[in-house]
Each structure stands twice: as C-alpha cells, then as structure tokens.
C-alpha cells in the first residue's frame, strides 16, 4: 500500500451548526465542494436530516497569502506555489429542532465549530441559541462565527446584525469569537473564513490512549445481486477520538445486540481502513474514519450502529441500564422563543440522555438536590464526557440541562 501524505488525512473534525436554513449546507459545499444533502427525504425538503460531512484539504498561496481549499493552484492569482496547511473534515449538522439529538450526537466529535448566522433575519434565532449552548456543554473551545447571506441585506442591515451578534455572545465563553462576513452562495470572502478556521480552530493535541471510536453512520455497501462469496462486511463510520487502530485488529462493538433479552457485544475483525478517501494500514484520532469489518454486512444498513462505541476487544467499559448523574439545569429552555423556565426534574419523569454519540431514555428513580439516579431503557456504555440532558416540551425534545456520570 503506498504511503498517503499525512497533510491529505482528516486531522480535524469541525462542526457546522446553527438554525435551520440559514445556510449550513451551502457553506459546506463551498468550502468541500460536497453536498452533504444525500438521502432522498433531504433532498425533496432541502433540509439536513442526518449528520452530514466531507473532507477538505486547506492550501495557502505563497504569492498572494490566500486561503483556499482542495486545489493544488491558487484560484486568486493562479500560482502553483501553493502550501498544503491540513485537511479537516466538515461535519453539517441539521438545525431543525426536532433534529437536536443529531447535534447533541455530532458535538461529540468536534474540535471546534463554525456558527452560521444568516445576516437577513434577527440574531439569536431559537437554534441558534440551543446550538451555542450545546457547544458550551459538549467543552468546544474553539469557534469562528460565519454571517452569512450578506448578498441579501443592505450595508446598515448587515451591521444591525453583526451587532446582534456581537450582543449575543458577549457573555458567552464565546465572546471573542471571529465574525466573518460571507455569502456562501456566492463564495464570497470564503477564503477569509477559512483564514480564520486555520488560526482560531487549531488540531488538539491528542493523549496516547486505549483506541477509542464513537461511530455515527454504519453502511452495507454491497449491492443488491452481490454473490455471498463477494459480500463486503459492515462499514462503521465516525471519529477516532483516543488511540490507533489498524488492519485486523479484534475490535469489540458495545451496546452490541440483543440475546435473550441482554445486549451482549459484537466482535470482529478490522478488514480495511479508509480515511479521508485514502485507503489507509492504520489511522488515529481526528478526522473521519471508515472501517470495514467482518460482521454481517445487514447489521450495518440503515445506521442500524449508530451510536455504538468500538474498542479493541476487552478494553471496552461493560453497558449499564443504571446510572447516577450529578446534574446541572439551565434557568430557560434552550431555544424556545418564549423564556420558559427550566422546572426542577420529579421521580417517574422520563429524560432523553446524549453520552456522546450515545443516546437513550431514562426514569428518574432517585433524586436529591445535585444527583438523579436513572433507569435507561437502552443501556449504554459509560464515558467520562458530559451527559445532555433533555426534557420533552410541545412534543420536542429540548435541552434542559447536563451533568456528568458519577456512579453506574
């Protein structure tokens, strides 16, 4: 297998959120060349309803200075001297509220994130404010703030609003955040966004640690008519966030499935990685990975394994149907329009919880003034990150709260 330039693989992942319609998948287009809507539902609405994502490679012209990505020539001045900076992976997330548990799922793999804020309507819309909250929660440091569709507003509008905006994350860890204004449509000033992505959203430095994978998209990829002897195993798609793994390593998929009314986990073998569209012997954390697996291509159709969390085998956490959380409410529901106050959670209330790309229903069954005890009603496997908590309001799931695991 050739050796891939290290600068051409994912080594970042960056979200792209905000309300709904203000522009998050034409911005992603833009700057990936990708339309991340693929799936026939999205398609017919025009909206985002599944995690989105693609790859780009940023460059920058030694000649004029200029951002610009997944060209080995400057689009500006047309220089072939040209830098390869990185190549990081976009990541749209659906803006609509009922989609929110998507957003909770995809803020997991975040190393920063670009807040899209269209110029013609007032800021904060709803989803605006439950997605800056929910960056808060998920610990993004690390945040450009794109103003986009100035193409359809008027000089003095488009500054009404960039002090809009200026007001609503002033007491936010977000304060000063970059505001670029953009049209996407018409890549205008993209290149400056993605001058500022290069210099306010830097790659983590990752710890050496047990291999870890949070997946959010799993795949069949055989077509209809394969012969058996041809079948391709389950893809499993998503974000190496700790460790390495490679070719034919024995991994382990938790919560596996049910058996005899227990979930018991799944074990495979890793037949094949790909990232960044590269086939590639090994990949660690950062960007988006694609491994290829020995188990039964059916498992993996229809996202069957989103969620799942991947280890090598016997590294894993155990999955659990009882936790304790020392919890946290908000004073107003995030993202509704009126200001709704946060009620206090009761015995026997039911709450939808996101552990990472983990999502499931607990019942409050204890309760003290800083902890809950929760029954879930599908397990899942433990992590030390914060648990979004929501509460369902006028028929959505909103976010209410977060907390962290104590006890299980």
């Known amino acids: 297998m050739n050796k891939v330039n290290e600068k051409l693989l994912s080594e970042a992942n960056i979200g792209i959120v905000g309300h709904v319609a203000h522009g998050k998948t034409i911005l992603t287009k833009a700057l990936t060349g990708k339309l991340t809507l693929q799936h026939s539902e999205e398609l017919k609405r025009g909206i985002t309803i599944k995690l989105g994502y693609a790859d780009a490679t940023i460059y920058q012209c030694k000649n004029c200075q200029k951002y610009f990505t997944n060209k080995d020539f400057c689009p500006y001045c047309f220089s072939k001297d040209v830098e390869i900076k990185r190549t990081v992976s976009f990541l749209d997330a659906p803006g609509h509220e009922i989609l929110m548990a998507t957003v909770l799922t995809a803020s997991a793999l975040f190393d920063g994130a670009i807040l899209v804020i269209a110029a013609n309507e007032k800021c904060p819309q709803p989803q605006t404010k439950e997605h800056l909250k929910i960056l808060e929660i998920s610990n993004i440091s690390n945040l450009v703030i794109a103003q986009n569709k100035i193409d359809l507003v008027t000089k003095e509008q488009a500054i009404k609003n960039y002090n809009e905006i200026l007001e609503f994350i002033k007491n936010t860890k977000f304060s000063n955040a970059p505001i670029i204004p953009i049209s996407a449509q018409f890549n205008a000033n993209i290149h400056y966004l993605i001058e500022a992505i290069e210099n306010y959203i830097p790659t983590p430095k990752r710890e050496s640690k047990k291999p870890l994978m949070y997946v959010v998209r799993s795949f069949d990829i055989n077509k209809p008519g394969t012969k058996i002897n041809e079948l391709k195993g389950a893809v499993l798609g ?79 956490e155990n999955e659990v149907n009882k936790i304790e959380i020392e919890y946290n409410l908000f004073e107003k529901v995030i993202g509704e329009e009126s200001d709704l106050k946060v009620e206090d959670l009761k015995v026997g209330e039911k709450i939808m919880l996101n552990i990472a790309t983990q999502k499931t229903l607990g019942e409050v069954i204890r309760k003290t003034k800083e902890k809950i005890e929760l029954k879930l009603y599908y397990p899942i496997v433990p992590l030390n990150v914060n648990v979004a908590i929501s509460r369902q309001i006028k028929r959505s799931w909103r976010l209410i709260g977060f907390g962290k695991i104590t006890t299980y």
């Open 238 to 316: 998503g974000s190496i966030v700790s460790g390495k793994f490679k070719e034919n390593d024995e991994i382990e998929i938790k919560p596996g499935l049910i058996f005899e009314s227990k979930y018991k986990r799944l074990v495979a073998k890793i037949i094949s990685i790909k990232k960044s569209n590269y086939n590639v012997s090994e990949a660690g954390a950062g960007g988006l990975v694609g491994l290829m697996t020995s188990l039964d291509p059916s498992l993996a159709q229809n996202d069957f394994l989103a969620g799942r969390i991947v280890g090598l085998v016997n590294e894993l």
